[in-house]
């Protein structure tokens, strides 16, 4: 099936008002961490209990590239007593809190794609998580914005953007939509444990949406043919998430350290790196490009060091911050938007011809990459 005649047509974005920064982070935590060590001081004395050790806002810059990140709900997250965001549970009746960023970021790209609800016949919603398994948060997106035909929901971590991009392509191609809105609503922080001194730093909140359209249709200042996609995956239990449905049935307490987001990161750096550069290098040749043809490299968005990792590997030098934009140090770890942040806000000054990759990597292991043309 070729892909050539189809366009990302519109970019949107929805960042939210709260910051929460390294140092008031690793302030919480230590406060979290000496009050639980003062409370267990016989026991840890004893061995019988492990002492829970102290988090830095330097190590977290220096190990991750991660300065501060955006949170849907402040409140809650630094209280050492709580250390969770404190998002009251709306009724059936009010927009869920997935649908309403969700339909924020997809305003901003219809109109960045001069696209109307009548203009889109699907609507995928791709995420980590969805707030609730049923009705798709993705149909109540369609309904309030207006939009005829069908929406569907799916979780694929941290490619959860780039793989629904490429079922958005698949469908235009095919002609059984003429317009496809991908939304990624990535609130992960009711998930991150803020008491694992490991990973309470990794993840920030936002919402990306994207326009898939035929370029017979689209009348965007900014459109990019998508030039070759790929996929993978390969099973790792090295990031897991294990909270669901049968939380309950399983006598389990949902607020366990095995429920949370937990990962062995080094694990993950060592075996994720390679295996995104190298599927990096054959998508670009699948769409029959050199290395250096790639003018902008948008890149999944969850560690620094990895970026540069990665992009050496495949430049032979380290990327300029035009070349391979890094967001991470404001966003942290947004799950599957990342690369779509960087995107959106670091698209509109190339020019027609040239190149650029979008390209995911995470938990799964799930790799998904994007190679594009300006018209
Ligand atoms: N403060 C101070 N010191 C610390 C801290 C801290 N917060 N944490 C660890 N240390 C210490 C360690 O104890 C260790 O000490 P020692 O050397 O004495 O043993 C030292 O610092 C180094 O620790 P690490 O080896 O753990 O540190 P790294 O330098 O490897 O950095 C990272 C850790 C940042 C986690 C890094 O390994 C990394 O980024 N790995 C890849 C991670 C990654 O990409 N993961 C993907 C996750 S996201 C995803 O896939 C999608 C899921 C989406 C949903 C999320 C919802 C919540």
Redesign the pocket.
């Known amino acids: 099936m070729s892909t050539k005649n189809v366009v990302i047509s519109g970019s949107g974005l929805w960042t939210p008002e709260n910051i929460i920064t390294n140092e008031e982070l690793a302030a919480s935590y230590n406060t979290y961490a000496e009050k639980f060590n003062d409370e267990n001081a016989a026991a840890i004395e004893n061995g019988e209990v492990e002492a829970k050790?102290l988090?830095?806002a330097e190590?977290?810059e220096k190990?991750?590239g991660i300065k501060s990140r955006y949170v849907y709900v402040k409140d809650g997250i630094l209280d050492p007593e709580r250390m969770t965001p404190n998002i009251p549970l709306r009724t059936e009746n009010e927009l869920s809190d997935q649908a309403e960023i969700s339909v924020i970021a997809a305003r901003k790209a219809m109109a960045a794609a001069n696209k109307s609800a009548a203009d889109i016949d699907a609507v995928i919603v791709s995420c980590?998580y969805t707030q609730r398994y049923y009705p798709a948060i993705a149909i109540e997106v369609q309904q309030e914005l207006g939009i005829e035909g069908f929406g569907f929901d799916m979780l694929v971590?941290?490619s959860a953007a780039t793989f629904a991009l490429q079922r958005a392509c698949e469908m235009i191609a095919a002609g059984t939509a003429r317009g496809v809105l991908v939304i990624n609503p990535e609130l992960?922080s009711p998930?991150?444990n803020f008491r694992d001194?490991?990973s309470h730093?990794?993840?920030g909140d936002v919402a990306t949406a994207t326009i898939v359209e035929s370029a017979d249709t689209c009348t965007s200042n900014h459109s990019y043919e998508i030039l070759a996609m790929k996929a993978a995956t390969v099973f790792s239990n090295n990031?897991r998430?294990n909270i669901g449905y049968m939380v309950n049935a399983n006598n389990e307490n949902p607020f366990s350290e095995y429920n949370f987001?937990h990962?062995e990161?080094?694990k993950?750096?060592k075996e994720?790196c390679p295996l995104a550069a190298e599927h990096i290098v054959e998508s670009i040749q699948r769409a029959g490009l050199d290395i250096a043809q790639i003018k902008r490299w948008w890149l999944h968005q969850?560690?620094i060091n990895?970026n540069q990792l990665i992009a050496k590997k495949i430049l032979g030098h380290l990327p300029g911050e035009r070349e391979a934009p890094i967001v991470l140090d404001r966003y942290a770890?947004t799950?599957s938007a990342g690369s779509l942040i960087a995107f959106n806000l670091h698209h509109e000054d190339l020019v027609s011809g040239d190149h650029g990759l979008i390209c995911s990597f995470?938990?799964g292991y799930s790799i998904g990459s994007l190679v594009l043309r300006k018209r």
Do not use: H
């Open positions: 050790p988090s830095s190590f977290i190990a991750s980590a971590a941290c992960t998930q991150n001194r490991d730093f990794i993840f990031i998430s987001f990962q990161g080094r993950v750096f994720v969850a560690n990895m770890n799950a995470g938990a």
